[in-house]
T-cell receptor, first 113, second 115 residues
Framework: GENVEQHPSTLSVQEGDSAVIKCTYSDSASNYFPWYKQELGKGPQLIIDIRSNVGEKKDQRIAVTLNKTAKHFSLHITETQPEDSAVYFCAAEGLGGGFKTIFGAGTRLFVKA | KAGVTQTPRYLIKTRGQQVTLSCSPISGHRSVSWYQQTPGQGLQFLFEYFSETQRNKGNFPGRFSGRQFSNSRSEMNVSTLELGDSALYLC??????????????FGEGSWLTVV
């Protein structure tokens, strides 16, 4: 079945450094790739998304890149701040099952002050 | 515009009991999905409902069930509760327009503790 792999599972960076989280997906028909941030005790919140017709999208300190040929997409956070500490989930929307969204296993990001 | 609303937010149940969790999706959203998240774990997909029909189902035992009403509100039920059912249960809604690009929006979750 469809699968999304996410790496690393844990990432620790110094405040001000960049953080990169990578995902690969198996369903070549996927066209939509959202990223979510989950803070402690809360539900995941959408932070950025990208569609297959673009290779990169940026929103202030966060950016997402997509390589459809390789079926890879990545989240880049620049100038990290302690409030970026959270769990991040990538996801890919397939065409089957009524556009079912498959989530990666999550990356726990620690930003050290 | 109101977000996804889940009730109750916190509850404690005893082993063997059953529990019902409720979810009100964002207005206009016809798809409701449920996820289980245990501490430090990812999002385990339970099931998805669309227009009152279960469209997708995860790998959970039959003790976990759900339903969706005509107004898109959804409930999930867990019968014969086990200690391992203690988790955050997340509801998510999506418009599902029939074309790609359906953003999923999550509620804040219902924290279930089984003692």
């Amino acid at each position: 079945g469809e699968n999304v792999e996410q790496h690393p599972s844990t990432l620790s960076v110094q405040e001000g450094d960049s953080a990169v989280i990578k995902c690969t997906y198996s369903d070549s028909a996927s066209n939509y790739f959202p990223w979510y941030k989950q803070e402690l005790g809360k539900g995941p919140q959408l932070i950025i998304d990208i569609r297959s017709n673009v290779g990169e999208k940026k929103d202030q300190r966060i950016a997402v890149t997509l390589n459809k040929t390789a079926k890879h997409f990545s989240l880049h956070i620049t100038e990290t701040q302690p409030e970026d500490s959270a769990v991040y989930f990538c996801a890919a929307e397939g065409l089957g099952g009524g556009f079912k969204t498959i989530f990666g296993a999550g990356t726990r990001l620690f930003v050290k002050a | 515009k109101a977000g996804v609303t889940q009730t109750p937010r916190y509850l404690i149940k005893t082993r063997g009991q059953q529990v019902t969790l409720s979810c009100s999706p964002i207005s206009g959203h016809r798809s409701v999905s449920w996820y289980q998240q245990t501490p430090g774990q990812g999002l385990q997909f339970l099931f998805e409902y669309f227009s009152e029909t279960q469209r997708n189902k995860g790998n959970f035992p039959g003790r976990f069930s759900g339903r969706q009403f005509s107004n898109s509100r959804s409930e999930m039920n867990v019968s014969t509760l086990e200690l391992g059912d203690s988790a955050l249960y997340l509801c998510a809604s999506s418009r599902k327009t029939g074309i790609s690009g359906n953003t999923i929006y999550f509620g804040e979750g219902s924290w279930l503790t089984v003692v």
